[in-house]
């Protein structure tokens, strides 16, 4: 499909409604100053395309600014070869859908974007970094979903990696804890030991015996009943509540006894001394009367505490009873908690708490039966303690228990060993799994993305090849690697002799531009849209003429089948364009104002003579575009052939000059028409041409008629180098042997 | 755009590059026999309309299927 009419209204510089036919859907080079609408155009058939221009997303520019400033809305119309018309509009912020117009077929667009390719973009992409380029790069090869799943892969190996490293040191600590538990100590010497002294039925002669056993009931088992153990804390607690009461009694009785004993001594001593003495007086008192009144009431009194004494007895042997029960009871709890088995651990923080309690009761206790005082206030000890305690006390001897929970503990150990081991194992195959996953992936993805860079590659060193010419760059592609730093790069060898990479080191800026020039047409080679078309906007600004000529004859010998809209300021380049392409159109942008923006001519200019001769336009103002065209005409076949000319550095080529050179290098390569009249014709076209320019006041001017007669003299000297016989021009084949130039059944030469 | 002589395969369009690179990265995955094992975890974690990996579906989904022998899953 190709573009046959352009058509731009109130879209950016284009105020007024605006066509642009392209005939025969041709390729098109349009030249036009800076700010007369270029870039515009290149703006309108993005935005015709995708319904979006890049730029304006920038700066918060809005698509509105795509709008005239004297208008409301946009739109922007193509009419495709055979095909139909569509248009786009645009109101203010709001881009409307493709619209297919009238026309003999209905048009579908998938909104594909039109590859475009301006100056900056070109010069953007190669700045750019390696890693910046890969991802554009892989965007547009449809390959960037690569990078998630080698992404995804890889973090999957890092996950798995790390958990083997977690198992690994698990299984370390594991060995380390039983290593540790065993001390200098075989295991198989400790579980010997262990299960004589535990008392087992059958000697544990391995782990694996180990980490089969069951421990016994009696120390592992849980208690049958909560409610059992409650009981007999319950009557532990009255024991004990008992016990002291006991022993208030006792400390209070002790008090008395004490005092019984002082009476009798004093009773005694009395007693001696009233048998000794002669008056009639008592020792204490002093009064006769009351001596035996004295003597009675003590008699009295130590007949009371002669009677408690017995009871004080029983009580002092039932404190000494039960204090010896308590220390058994701190002993078999000091046991119960270093020995406890894993199992009944939910008890070990209540027991400790509750030793620390029975300890201290028991120190009241032995306190109060010195001091023979009552023990205060002393709480007693949790009931859940007591009652184990007192249990295991009875019930459990002294050594069995802490073998049986030594191998209970190494049994653990042993388990636990086993189990990280197994993990540690398969942590380490799932590990090398993902290894091995991996690295399939890094290499299928690396072989996908070079093959699709090779695909480029081949075209793209061609290409650059065709541009610049300069053979001390070779061997230039695109390489990938997702090394550090890594990414997509260009790469050549300088001189055969050194690699290069990135190409900044050593390129020039003009080099660097045909580099991104060169990539942006190898992409559209290898991966072309669906319908050919391309824009080229201001994409030669750091080409000289040798360049610009190259990507001229480039596109024509790999895009020719391309239609190819080539905008440039430069109006040596659309004369390039007119010689090196004569089947594309060349326009101009001849006029431009701000009421009605941007008019379109002829850009070559004898077709722009012809143009302004047809609507009548006096022919005393045609003198310069005249000359001009005549230059153009004697320029092209100079160029062409390569002849030679005068070089004057102080002013540019006339059209004497040229035709000189013509007749001149015809004559010397023995071209057989170079004696042909229209060469000597020319010579007079020139002078009237160059008297119309410079001269245009003197009489006679230059009329109607002789600007017809040139433009048929110009005709015709296109056609003196047409081959009648297999109709192309005497430079289509170039340098063969000694000949200059010939056409290609060798009919016209020029040597 | 489409040209009327020419019909657009879905098939060849540019997402489909990377989903046959995925899939022929899994197939040489298969045939590896140490990574043979995560192929399908791999498989069910990789989202080729949306373009995304979940790694951790991805991890779950290995220690799921990989048993004690460790390449048979369970």
Request: negative net charge.
């Amino acid at each position: 499909m190709k573009m046959a009419r352009l058509e731009f209204d109130g879209f950016r510089c284009f105020r007024k409604k605006r066509a642009l036919p392209l005939k025969g859907g041709r390729s098109l080079c349009l030249q036009a100053e800076n700010g007369r609408g270029k870039t515009s155009i290149a703006d309108a058939l993005e935005f015709w395309s995708t319904g979006d221009v890049a730029w304006t997303h920038r700066d918060g520019v809005g698509l509105e600014a795509l709008v005239h400033l004297d208008c409301h809305e946009a739109a922007v119309e193509i009419q495709v070869d055979g095909v139909g018309v569509a248009s786009r509009r645009l109101h203010g912020n709001s881009s409307g859908p493709l619209e297919a117009g009238a026309g003999p077929l209905a048009v579908n667009f998938s909104g594909e974007r039109l590859p475009v390719l301006g100056h900056r973009t070109m010069a953007q992409f190669v700045d750019k970094t390696a890693n910046d380029k890969r991802s554009e790069l892989l965007e547009a090869l449809g390959l960037n979903d690569l990078g998630a799943f080698r992404a995804g892969v890889r973090s999957v190996k890092s996950q798995l990696k790390r958990r083997a490293k977690e198992m690994s040191e698990r299984q370390k600590a594991a060995e380390q804890a039983l290593n540790a538990q065993l001390g200098e100590e075989k295991l198989d010497d400790t579980l010997a030991r262990l299960s004589a002294s535990a008392g087992l039925d059958s000697r544990l002669s391995d782990g694996d015996d180990l980490i089969a056993w069951k421990p016994p009931a009696v120390q592992t088992q849980a208690p049958s009943s909560p409610l059992s153990r409650s009981e007999e804390l319950a009557r532990a607690r009255e024991e004990l509540s008992q016990a002291s009461t006991d022993l208030w009694t006792a400390a209070i009785e002790d008090k008395a006894a004490a005092e019984q004993r002082g009476l009798s001594t004093l009773l005694e001593a009395g007693s001696q001394v009233m048998a000794t003495s002669d008056e009639d007086r008592c020792p204490l008192c002093l009064t006769a009367q009351d001596r035996q009144a004295l003597i009675d009431r003590i008699s009295e009194r130590a007949a009371e505490l002669a009677a408690t004494d017995e009871k004080f007895g029983k009580a002092e042997q039932q404190l000494t009873a039960h204090a010896e029960a308590a220390r058994r009871l701190v002993r078999a709890l000091e046991g119960v908690l270093s020995n406890e088995a894993p199992m009944e651990v939910d008890l070990a923080q209540p027991l400790e708490a509750s030793l620390t309690e029975l300890k201290g009761y028991l120190e009241r206790l032995t306190e109060a039966r010195a001091q023979r005082r009552p023990p205060g206030n002393v709480p007693l000890p949790s009931a859940q303690v007591v009652a184990k305690a007192h249990k295991v006390a009875l019930s459990t001897p002294a050594a069995v228990g802490p073998a049986l929970v030594e191998l209970s503990t190494l049994k653990g150990m042993l388990v636990e060993l086993r189990d990280s081991r197994a993990a540690a194992a398969q942590a380490d195959r799932r590990e090398a799994a993902a290894n091995a996953a991996a690295q399939l992936t890094d290499e299928a993805v690396e072989r996908a993305i070079q093959a699709e860079l090779d695909r480029i590659n081949e075209p793209l060193a061609s290409y650059y090849a065709q541009l610049v010419g300069q053979p001390v760059y070779t061997d230039l592609r695109l390489v990938y690697t997702e090394a550090r730093a890594g990414g997509i790069e260009f790469k050549f060898k300088w001189d055969g002799r050194h690699d290069v990479r990135p190409p900044q080191k050593v390129m020039s800026e003009s080099e660097l531009n045909a580099l991104g020039l060169a990539l942006f047409l190898a992409r559209l080679k290898t991966d072309p849209p669906s319908w050919r078309t391309m824009v080229l906007d201001d994409v030669v600004a750091s080409f000289d003429a040798v360049h610009r000529t190259r990507l001229i004859r480039l596109l024509v010998t790999e895009f020719g089948d391309w239609q190819v809209i080539l905008l440039t300021h430069d109006s040596q380049l659309s004369r390039t364009v007119a010689v090196e392409a004569p089947q594309w159109q060349v326009e101009k942008v001849t006029a431009w104002t701000p009421s009605e923006g941007p008019t379109f001519g002829p850009g070559n200019t004898r077709a722009r003579l012809r143009e302004r001769l047809d609507s009548g336009e006096p022919a005393e103002e045609l003198g310069g575009l005249a000359r001009q065209a005549m230059e153009e005409a004697l320029e092209r076949p100079v160029g062409k052939m390569g002849l030679k000319i005068r070089h004057d550095p102080t002013n540019g080529y006339a059209a004497d000059e040229y035709r000189r050179a013509l007749v001149g290098g015809l004559s010397e390569g023995g071209f057989p028409r170079a004696d042909d009249e229209i060469l000597v014709r020319l010579r007079t076209d020139g002078s009237i041409t160059n008297r119309a320019c410079h001269y245009s006041d003197c009489e006679p001017g230059i009329t109607e008629q002789d600007l017809r007669i040139l433009l048929e003299d110009l005709d015709a000297l296109d056609q003196l180098f047409h081959c009648d016989t297999c109709g192309k021009k005497a430079w289509e084949v170039p340098h063969q042997g000694s000949t200059r130039c010939q056409c290609e059944c060798g009919e016209l030469t020029c040597a | 755009m489409v040209d009327e002589n020419q019909t657009p395969d879905p098939e060849q369009g540019e997402g489909g590059k990377a989903s046959v690179v995925i899939t022929a990265a899994l197939l040489s995955m298969r045939e590896n026999e140490k990574a043979r094992a995560l192929v399908d975890a791999l498989e069910s974690a990789w989202h080729p309309d949306s373009g995304k990996f979940d790694v951790e579906a991805a991890v779950r989904g290995i220690e799921a299927g990989l048993g004690e022998e460790g390449d048979k899953p369970q």
